[in-house]
T-cell receptor
Framework: NAGVMQNPRHLVRRRGQEARLRCSPM?????VYWYRQLPEEGLKFMVY????????ESGMPKERFSAEFPKEGPSILRIQQVVRGDSAAYFC??????????????????FGPGTRLTVT | QKEVEQNSGPLSVPEGAIASLNCTYS??????FFWYRQYSGKSPELIMS????GDKEDGRFTAQLNKASQYVSLLIRDSQPSDSATYLC????????????FGRGTQLTVWP
C-alpha cells in the first residue's frame, strides 16, 4: 500500500478519555499535515510537521491537543480529555520531500482515509 | 472575509453536460491552487493542481486560474454520474510548503 495510512479508521471514546490517532505518510514523503472536518463544515488545518519538528501548529487548539512526528514511526495526533465537540473526521495528508519529485509536486498534499472519532 | 469561497451549490447537471465550479480567494499572495473531490464518507482526493494563470487540462477536467481576479475554476466535461461528489477548492497562500485553506465545497450531482 503506497498511500497515506491512518489508524484506527473509527475510534469511540468516552468523555474525558484520551484519543490517539496515527498517520504514516506515503513512501518518499517527509511532510505531514493534520486536518479536521466537522459535520457540515469544511476542512480545517491543524498542524504541519516534518520529522522531529513542528513547523506550523497555528490551527491546533491551545489545550488538550498535541502532535508529533518522531524520527521513527508514524505521526501521532493526541487529544486528551476528549469532549463531544471533538467528534469529527481527522485527516492526515502528506507531501513529497521538497524538490524530490519536482518543485511543484512538493506542494501537492495527498490524504489518508481518515479517522472518524466519536465521543460519547 | 473567508480565505476561500466557493459557489454554494448544490449543482445539478445532466449526464454529458459541462459542470462549472467556481472559487475565489482573498490573499493576493497565494501561489498554489488545488481541486479535491470528496465522495460522501470518504477522504479528499487530489484531482487538479494549477500554479500559473490560464488553463490546465487533464482528461475531462480543466482548471482555470486568474490571479488578477483571484479566481479559480474547474470545468468537468462530459459529466458522468460517477462525478457526483463534493468538490473542494484549496489554496496555499505562499510559495513555501504548508497549510492549505479549503473552501466549504460545492456538491455536484450528475443525473442520468
Amino acid at each position: 500500500n503506497a498511500g497515506v495510512m491512518q489508524n484506527p479508521r473509527h475510534l469511540v471514546r468516552r468523555r474525558g478519555q484520551e484519543a490517539r490517532l496515527r498517520c504514516s505518510p506515503m513512501k518518499g514523503h517527509s511532510h505531514v499535515y493534520w486536518y479536521r472536518q466537522l459535520p457540515e463544515e469544511g476542512l480545517k488545518f491543524m498542524v504541519y510537521l516534518q520529522k522531529e519538528n513542528i513547523i506550523d501548529e497555528s490551527g491546533m487548539p491551545k489545550e488538550r491537543f498535541s502532535a508529533e512526528f518522531p524520527k521513527e514511526g508514524p505521526s501521532i495526533l493526541r487529544i486528551q480529555q476528549v469532549v463531544r465537540g471533538d467528534s469529527a473526521a481527522y485527516f492526515c495528508a502528506s507531501s513529497p520531500t521538497y524538490g524530490g519529485t519536482g518543485v511543484r509536486a512538493s506542494y501537492e498534499q495527498y490524504f489518508g482515509p481518515g479517522t472518524r472519532l466519536t465521543v460519547t | 472575509q473567508k480565505e476561500v469561497e466557493q459557489n454554494s451549490g448544490p449543482l445539478s447537471v445532466p449526464e454529458g453536460a459541462i459542470a462549472s465550479l467556481n472559487c475565489t480567494y482573498s490573499d493576493r499572495g497565494s501561489q498554489s491552487f488545488f481541486w479535491y473531490r470528496q465522495y460522501s464518507g470518504k477522504s479528499p482526493e487530489l484531482i487538479m493542481s494549477i500554479y500559473s494563470n490560464g488553463d490546465k487540462e487533464d482528461g475531462r477536467f480543466t482548471a482555470q486560474l486568474n490571479k488578477a481576479s483571484q479566481y479559480v475554476s474547474l470545468l468537468i466535461r462530459d459529466s458522468q454520474p460517477s462525478d457526483s461528489a463534493t468538490y473542494l477548492c484549496a489554496v496555499n497562500r505562499g510559495s513555501t510548503l504548508g497549510r492549505l485553506y479549503f473552501g466549504r465545497g460545492t456538491q455536484l450531482t450528475v443525473w442520468p
